[in-house]
């Protein structure tokens, strides 16, 4: 007898038919797939295991522990599979023998994954055919949630016009609303869009950050180290919202700390301008200026002097004298910012520290710079020109940044006043 004509076990033609199964949706096979399911050859909401390196199918809720092989497959019905493909009519085929359409075997619902794929199509399918709006994957994301890339804007768009809660927070340990996923991920056209429909732009997550706060932090691409205009953008939007530019977290933190650890001068200047406090102390009693000093010298991109610059003309607090040497530590690749430092005082003197701050080939590089700190910050008094600098600048405070441009007098010396670097201090 030949073994072709061997009858098949049950369980070998049910796997047999979950096979043609998953590869009608993975080929778009709509026509063998309605014919599958018109045979009632297998369950609509059949769940597969299939390959999810990029996790768009699977959200695990926070602090679980998993193993390494649950990151690399993932649970998924027809429904997931016909959005993760982009395959509408498999996903219309699905919907019409009544698929389950906000099941969610690994943690999203087939709306979470159309979110994620910027699938515009698959959003309104769904949507249409009654999809949740506003249920929460396993993580405790809504589908807005998912609306992380410019790609994905008009599926946002799509599910606030249907009605999705724009001020809905994540149901996990951060709280966030849709606004703080549009600010950390900088899409202005979304944070705009939110904001006109309802979206309190000072709103808190649960570590009482704002939009505001989160959009200047993520500013700066730490794996890149540079600064992102998308993400200027939103602040400044934000702040013409009026946004509360000294909002404080449960660090005490306000979006000036974050920027100034960032030393980020865009956003510094456009914060300051805004009525930021440069004052302002954390948890740890730091203001924005020792954040300033904290990360000079592992932020390649940035220009700290001109961080120091605006801060000082705001009504910073000056370094402790006793602690200038640290100024020296971090900025001693960048005299400019060293200038500006030092020309804030009325006069400091030099210690040994000071010397020892310095690597040997950043003196030869720096010399004449460095010569002349040294020389200007011995026993003699600075010049009459630069002490009558201090003297208007202490008169007038925080103000200087306003005050100086409107004065009569030259360019130059209004710069002067200003803390302009030179490349020399006299």
Known sequence: MDSTDLPVSAPAAAKLVKRNFLEALKSNDFGKLKAILIQ??????????????????????????LPSYKLKSSWATG???SVLFGHVECLLVLLDH????????????????????????????LCDHGAKLNSYSLSGHTALHFCTTPSSILCAKQLVWR?????????NQDEETPLHTAAHF???????????????VDSVNAHMETPLAIATYWALRFKEQEYSPEHHLVCRMLLDY???????????????????????HVLMHMML???????????????????????TSVRPAAQPEICYQLLLNHGAARIYPPQFHKVIQACHSCPKAIEVVVN???????????????????????????????????????????????AIRRTLHNRCHRVIPLLSLPLSLKKYLLLEPEGIIY
């Not at 050859?41 to 926070?62: G, H």
């Not at 900088?186 to 309190?200: K, M, N, Q």
């Open 40 to 65: 009632r050859q297998i369950d609509v909401d059949t769940v597969f295991e299939v390959e999810d390196q990029n996790m768009v199918l699977a959200s695990y809720k926070q602090g679980y522990w």
């Open 79 to 81: 429904l997931h599979l």
């Open 98 to 125: 009544n698929a389950t359409i906000n099941c969610r075997p690994n943690g999203k619902t087939p709306l979470h994954v159309a979110c994620e794929m910027a699938n515009l199509d698959c959003v309104k399918i």
């Open 163 to 171: 009605g999705a809660n724009v001020n809905m927070k994540t149901n």
């Open 186 to 200: 900088g899409l202005s056209e979304l944070v705009a869009f939110y904001v006109e429909h309802g979206a309190v």
């Open 242 to 264: 009026h946004a509360e530019v000294n909002a404080r977290d449960d660090d005490f933190k306000s979006p000036l700390h974050k920027a100034a650890w960032n030393c980020d």
């Open 273 to 295: 301008e805004a009525g930021a406090e440069a004052n302002l102390m954390d948890i740890n009693g730091c203001a924005a200026i020792q954040y300033v000093l904290k990360v």
């Open 344 to 390: 804030a005082y009325e006069h400091i003197k030099w210690n040994v520290k000071w010397k020892r701050a310095i690597p040997d080939d950043d003196l030869e590089r720096y010399w004449d710079f460095y010569h002349s700190l040294f020389t200007v910050c011995s026993n003699s008094p600075r010049t009459l020109m630069h002490l009558s600098r201090c």
